[in-house]
């Protein structure tokens, strides 16, 4: 059984780092993307980030590029969101998924598994 436990959210001032840490299980992790997607209330969940199975290609959206930065570690099954110059409109819970299978867009519904999620909360 596939099981992601995402951990590292908290509170934050303007301008603040966190690092993320998501820790898979149940599937030969190297071989999935893997993704970061957030919720803020009252919106939908959008992709933040993502990285192929091995780390060489990694996508961003728009609004955290250069600010944010996702690795793996496949020998410890582990992916990270380093998460620089933290903005209010950077607060929702955020939630790591992998792939359906080696091939992941930035589409929600191209991720099979997901975390239980972890809030990241930016105060101005």
């Known amino acids: 059984q596939v099981q992601l436990v995402e951990s590292g959210g908290g509170l934050v001032q303007t301008g603040g780092s966190l690092r993320l840490s998501c820790a898979a299980s149940g599937r030969t992790f190297s071989r999935y993307v893997m993704g970061w997607f957030r919720q803020a209330p009252g919106k939908e969940r959008e992709f933040v980030a993502r990285?192929?199975?091995?780390?060489?290609?990694?996508k961003y959206v728009d609004s955290v590029k250069g600010r944010f930065t996702i690795s793996r570690d496949n020998a410890k099954n582990t992916v990270y969101l380093q998460m620089n110059s933290l903005k209010p409109e950077d607060t929702a819970v955020y939630y790591c998924?992998?792939?359906?299978?080696?091939?992941?867009?930035?589409?929600?519904?191209?991720?099979?598994?997901w975390g239980q999620g972890t809030q990241v909360t930016v105060s101005s």
């Open positions: 990285i192929s199975g091995s780390g060489g290609t990694t």
């Open positions: 998924a992998t792939s359906r299978g080696p091939v992941g867009t930035s589409n929600s519904g191209d991720y099979d598994y």
